[in-house]
């Protein structure tokens, strides 16, 4: 029998990481056979670990032939399943664990290194959360004192995070004695991309409290949430503080910086940024289009399009929006056209209804409604509100009273209860002083119950 110093040792054990194929895996399985290895743990743990990566079917294969196989192995398993497969596998990881739970043997039981990875595939999809809710349950059942274990508790702040849970995410945080950074950042990015109504500042006041120093990520999501909140001068101290510390000015981070200083109506601090890069990805071009797009510098954006296409990057559907909405704010109709059909053509890209949205908007700023209209007719998909909302918005710029009326009737099929349809056909009315159609506008949101929603100003 070969002794447990020895099966940590071994020199077939060093070809493990070296096997390319899964005929190499079964010669090496072979000799570990041969020399008597298949009872150490050690050893079978990392064929274990490779061969899911290898074969999936043939590790599965192997953990059935081991008679007593120990919480490490199957720990194994899992871990490198969630791993290298995210959720096309998830169902077999949870099978392993059912596996544990049904052990004859005392000795096989979950422990404290089982949990994090299946928290991990429970965020993966929907239909998985229901089995995190129940392992949260086990956690308190088979780990004492689960106050203790920092890990488990990390991967349960993340999994709820994943879940949208933020505040059984931050409780759980709260709880543990000393949270990692990585436990941090994973609640301020779930802040930071959610849509609830308090969740930037929450964001804010996460950060305040961090117990440790930030990183590039976490200065992502203070800067996106200082973006949409206008906090100026928040955004402006990650900035500062990513110079002092020498902080990589990554594409994740700059592409915020961009988007943060666009939001903030100082487009040259954000071509800066994106000047100052050593390395842009699609992103990065995106968003300093968009910000060039949303202050109307069109022909700038589509010098910057132009230039990611000839540094050899392949625009996405993002890019192909944002450019688009750049020549609609600057009249550049021909040459928004050619990019839409660009998609198709030069790239393969089939529009969705965003591109035709921006397609419509384009035309309709120019004037086009004709061309609009029959863009509309012809769409592959059913137009969604924002695009009927842009025609209508284009008939009232252009005084054309049958268009803005179709645009409506189709509005109030969709979403009846926004005043604000109602406000732009109102509009198009007084601009021509049909005053009485006016009133019938306004009967017409009353017998609708809907309210129009007053203003806000914030200056006092």
Not at 161 to 174: H, V, Y
Not at 225 to 238: D, I, P, Q, R, T
Request: with cysteine; hydrophobic share 40%; charged share 20%.
């Amino acid at each position: 029998m070969t002794s447990p110093s020895t099966s940590k040792n071994h020199r077939c054990l060093n070809l493990i990481p070296k096997c390319k194929s899964l005929q190499n895996l079964k010669q090496i399985h072979a000799q570990i056979i041969t020399i008597g290895l298949s009872h150490h743990t050690y050893p079978l743990s990392k064929l274990l670990h490779l061969s899911s990566t290898v074969c999936l079917s043939y590790a599965l294969s192997i953990l059935r032939q081991i008679p007593n196989p120990s919480v490490f192995l199957y720990n194994t398993l899992i871990s490198s399943i969630v791993s290298n497969h995210n959720s096309t596998q998830t169902h077999l990881a949870f099978s392993l664990y059912d596996q544990i739970l049904s052990s004859r043997s005392n000795f096989v039981r979950p422990n404290e290194f089982t949990y994090p990875s299946l928290f991990k595939a429970s965020g993966f999809e929907t239909k998985w959360h229901r089995h995190g809710r129940a392992l949260h349950a086990h956690v308190l059942k088979f780990i004492e004192p689960v106050n203790h274990d920092r890990f488990v508790q990390a991967a349960l702040v993340g999994f709820y995070a994943n879940c949208g849970e933020l505040r059984e995410a931050r409780s759980l945080l709260e709880r543990i004695r000393e949270p990692d950074l990585a436990t941090w950042n994973t609640l301020l990015a779930a802040y930071a991309n959610s849509e609830e109504t308090e969740s930037d500042e929450e964001v804010l006041k996460l950060f305040v409290r961090m117990q440790v120093r930030p990183n590039e990520l976490s200065l992502v999501a203070l800067i996106k949430s200082c973006a949409n909140l206008g906090e100026f001068w928040g955004g402006v101290w990650a900035h500062v503080y990513l110079l002092k510390k020498n902080l990589t000015l990554n594409q994740f981070v700059g592409t915020s910086l961009i988007d943060f200083y666009s939001k903030c109506g100082c487009l040259s601090f954000a071509r800066q940024v994106f000047d100052e890069m050593s390395e842009r990805d699609i992103s990065c071009f995106n968003a300093m289009i968009r910000g060039l797009a949303v202050h109307g510098f069109g022909q700038e954006g589509i010098e910057l399009y132009n230039s990611l296409i000839s540094q050899g990057l392949v625009p996405d559907n993002a890019t192909f929006v944002v450019t688009i909405s750049a020549c609609s704010h600057s009249g550049l109709v021909d040459e928004g056209l050619q990019i839409f059909h660009s998609m198709k053509t030069v790239y393969g890209i089939e529009p969705k209804v965003e591109h035709y949205g921006c397609l419509v908007d384009l035309l309709g700023r120019s004037g086009r409604l004709e061309e609009a209209e029959e863009c509309i007719k012809k769409m592959p998909m059913k137009p969604n509100a924002t695009l009927w909302r842009s025609f209508l918005g284009s008939a009232q710029i252009h005084g054309d009273l049958e268009r803005g009326e179709i645009a409506l009737k189709q509005l109030l099929g969709l979403e009846f209860e926004n005043s604000g349809n109602y406000v732009l056909l109102s509009n198009i009315y007084a601009g021509v002083n049909r005053w009485t159609d006016v009133e019938k506008t306004r009967e017409l949101m009353k017998d609708h119950r809907v309210n129009k929603s007053p203003g806000i100003s914030t200056i006092n």
